[in-house]
């Protein structure tokens, strides 16, 4: 692997940004250190690209390909979107997939849905969805199937049918629909 940027740099996390990180993550101080000394081991410079992170991810689902999940969830944790996901990005992720309720996990699966980050997921990005977590379980559906699949999806969520899933629509749909959670969720499985 072409690690460009990889300096054998290790980045010690610095006091007074891990208590605010520990502040906003609910993650405590001997945790976020524990973490960030697994991080540097895979990221010495501090930055988790997305190739590095969809290894990591991949080797949860040797049977399929979870590339096109992996890229949806990089594009959400690259919060500052500089390409790589540092500790600090990494550290809320985890925060939120270790103390967070369900419904701040739900609000996180809306954000990596919400690919343009415009507060709603669209039908075509229902299909990204749709496609992404399919092929992540080693299924790979013709477009016909994807299409009427995501207006499946389309149609449970959008309460007010407009076209368009809001946050508040996602997070009721899938709290009122353990199949839907369970689709949607893929991981968080708690
Ligand atoms: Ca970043
Ligand atoms: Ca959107
Ligand atoms: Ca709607």
Redesign the pocket.
Known sequence: MGHKNCRQLRVEPDESQLKEISIRTGLSKEQLFLMHQEFVKDCPNGRLSQKMFTKMYNQFYTNGNAKKFCKLCFMAYDRDKNGYIDFYEYASVMGILLNGDIKDKLKLAFNIY?????????KK?AEKIVQSIFEMYGESLPSKAINNEALRLMQKFDSDKNGLITEKEFIEGCLRDDDLKRIFVPLFNT
């Open positions: 919400d690919c343009n980050d415009d507060g709603h997921i669209e990005e």
